[in-house]
């Protein structure tokens, strides 16, 4: 019996070390990453491409349960994703337009305000060639052509954009079956299922809510731009938007530049007043409340919400910032959600000690959404013959 009892513990014991197992991990950790940001000019397209499809498929069910045929309402998602990467296209492109066009207006003033600086640090005992160094390290010139550059790459998006758009085409098409082969592959893998469903309705709740509080913020900011007389409001009003999406630091991506202008155009006081506004508005709502909500319906942490900012921005460059939470939330979706012995990690991400990663609605959600994922129409795509 003893020598059973030995066999068995044998066999249950790893066959590694648990520390080189811990080494092995961290190896195949880097090499995917290295992997994933050697090609991360096809992996940061193709995953926003998905996102943005997930994020309006639930438009597709509306449609087929108010009757409209399965192609019709297929080719209504796809439009709808098409109208939103033509709008964010056509706002980066007016809104650094228009900076490219406000940054020579203010060459003189520049020069004016780099002068001061320069005369600031000679009276408080810099010395001459130190003073002159950090003068013309300052080139006001150098602004109009930094613009101009920002305006090409904006420009060489367009080249991403087809690539965004054919593939958002063939997704839309492949997704009006997925939720009917999610429901055959249930039977079979009811984790991998659930991490998915979760990992969508995941995505479509932090987009929803940073598009709420984006539009907000945009309207508030253009208002109070207007009173305060900063040129260019629209701009800075659609940069608000745009950059809400950005978790964290977008606030302060978002008051640089308004910032600066206010300061050329109006003096000191006019740059204290959009600062203070933006303190008021922006981080109140983008640092405080909307984090705070973010995570309690998406279940990440504002630490961990933070940590995917720096480093997906880093592997993807600055798509990745746009794509930090969803990407994390796929991330956990496949590490963690669909690996029953991985559930105690659920509460560090969540930050929730009885986090259980229920659909909305809770347990009750949850039975309804084991034969039909939320927003999903999958009832009506299981039979489906004609897309």
């Known amino acids: 019996m003893s020598d059973q009892n030995e066999v068995s513990a044998r066999t249950r014991a790893p066959a590694l070390p648990r520390g080189l197992l811990i080494l092995l991990g961290f190896a195949a950790a880097a090499v995917t990453i290295g992997g994933i940001k050697g090609i991360s000019g096809l992996v940061g397209p193709s995953f926003l491409a998905l996102v943005l499809v997930i994020t309006v498929f639930p438009i597709r069910g509306w449609l087929v349960g108010k009757g409209l045929p399965n192609w019709a309402a297929t080719l209504a998602t796809i439009l709808a994703v098409y109208g939103i990467i033509c709008a964010m296209l056509l706002a980066l492109v007016v809104s650094v337009a228009q900076l490219a066009q406000l940054a020579p207006q203010y060459t003189s003033e520049m020069n004016d305000w780099v002068a001061d600086i320069g005369n600031w640090l000679k009276d408080l005992g810099v010395k001459q060639g130190q003073v ?14 930094i613009a101009t550059d920002v305006l090409q790459s904006v420009f060489s998006l367009l080249s991403n954009a087809f690539f965004i758009g054919t593939l958002v085409l063939f997704i839309g098409v492949d997704a009006a079956r997925f939720p009917g082969l999610l429901v055959q592959a249930r039977g079979e893998r009811p984790a991998v299922v659930d991490a998915l469903v979760s990992f969508a309705a995941g995505t479509r709740k932090y987009f929803a809510v940073s598009a709420g509080f984006g539009l907000v913020v945009a309207i508030i900011d253009y208002v109070a731009l207007l009173i305060i007389g900063v040129p260019g409001a629209v701009v800075w009003g659609i940069l608000a938007f745009v950059t809400n999406f950005i978790p964290n630091i977008g606030f302060v991506i978002g008051v640089i530049p308004p910032a600066l ?56 460059g600055p798509l990745g910032a746009l794509l930090a939470v969803p990407m994390t939330l796929l991330a956990k979706a496949l590490l963690v959600d669909v690996d029953p012995e991985a559930q105690w990690v659920r509460p560090l991400v969540s930050g929730h000690p009885n986090d259980r990663d229920e659909p909305e609605g809770g347990p009750e959600t949850a039975a309804v959404s084991s034969a039909d994922p939320p927003g999903s129409g999958a009832a009506d795509d299981v039979p489906e013959t004609d897309d």
């Open 132 to 145: 002159d160094e950090v003068v013309d390290s300052v080139d006001p010139g150098k602004v109009a052509s």
């Open 261 to 316: 202008v206010a300061l050329l155009d109006g003096g000191v006081e006019q740059m204290l007043a959009v600062i203070i506004v933006y303190c008021l508005v922006n981080f109140v709502i983008q640092s405080v409340i909307q984090p705070k909500i973010v995570g309690d319906a998406i279940g990440l942490t504002a630490t961990l919400t933070f940590l995917s900012l720096v480093f997906w921005t880093w592997v993807l």
